[in-house]
Each structure stands twice: as C-alpha cells, then as structure tokens.
C-alpha cells in the first residue's frame, strides 16, 4: 500500500508541475533581398489547461542570458491553425485556457557593400541568435518558474525578392 501512494504522489507532483505545455517551438528565417540583412522570427506556441493565475515574464537567450522583447496573443482556433483568430493578451486571467503564441525576433546584419579594413566581404557579424534555445521565465502561484526551449524547427527560409 506504501508503494501506490508513492506512486499516486509522485504523479500528481509531476502533473502539477507542468502549468504551460510546450505545444511547438519554429523559426523561420527572412533574406532581405538586395539588402545585407536577414530577420529570424521565433515563434513558441503554448497551451494552458488550468485555472491559475499567471504571467509571461521575459524570453531569455540561452547563450548571451539577454532578455529579448516580445509579443504574446491567445491562438482562439486550435483546430484551425492555417487561419487562426488571434486576441491580443492584454491581461493574464485565471480562468483563461487555451493556446498562447509568443514571438521574437533577431535582424541578421552581414557586411557587403563596401568592406571594413581587413574584413572579409560577406562576413556574418554577431548576432543575438537562438541556437541553442530559450528560456520563457513566468510567474505561475506567485512563484517565478521556467521553461526551457531546447530547439527551434527550421521551417523554409522566404528570400524576398
């Protein structure tokens, strides 16, 4: 009987400890045509199945510990994700459930035109990108909590034209 409820509190340990789902995590990259920038947008997309009180607090970049700025809105049509309605999130409600889309994003800049002194044409300058992942920090309970975001899928890179 010792071993069930060690079970039974383990799991429901585990299960309160997932207050936002990570749903789906992408990029996609935008070559500025003519232009020597590209912009990456990340998009994060999470979902909240319980009631409680919350907010987002800030996206930070793994590898520099930098906060970025960014958007949220709720995603009302889970169902029909090629046109969802979206809802500016003004305010976090407890009762609130459903699908949140976070995005950000960074502008690569990439030397051309005339060169520096000593710099290679073409070169990629540094960038605050997010290749080895995020971490969303949140308030959840009044209790800042984390969740990390290991990965981005790459969708197709758009080259404008």
Do not use: R
């Not at 997932?18 to 947008?41: C, D, H, R, Y």
């Not at 046109?83 to 976090?92: A, C, H, I, L, R």
Request: with cysteine; net charge positive; hydrophobic share 35%.
């Amino acid at each position: 009987m010792k071993q069930l409820f060690f079970i039974f509190l383990f799991i429901t340990t585990s299960a309160i400890g997932q207050e936002l789902k990570l749903v789906k995590a992408f990029k996609i990259t935008i070559n500025a045509g003519a232009t020597p920038t590209s912009t990456i947008n990340y998009t994060v997309l999470l979902e909240k199945n319980k009631n409680f009180n919350w907010s987002v607090d800030s996206v930070v970049n793994v590898i520099s510990q930098k906060k970025v700025k960014h958007s949220i809105v709720k995603v009302n049509k889970k169902d029909n994700m090629i046109k969802p309605d979206y809802e500016q999130v003004k305010t976090f409600s407890k009762k609130d459930k459903g699908v949140y889309q976070i995005t950000f994003s960074v502008t690569v800049s990439h030397s051309g035109g005339i060169p520096h002194p000593g710099a290679p044409i073409n070169m990629q300058l540094p960038v605050q990108e997010f290749s080895q992942g995020a971490i969303l920090y949140y308030t959840c309970k009044k209790k800042t909590k984390k969740l990390e975001i290991k990965s981005f899928e790459q969708l197709e890179t758009i080259d404008a034209p």
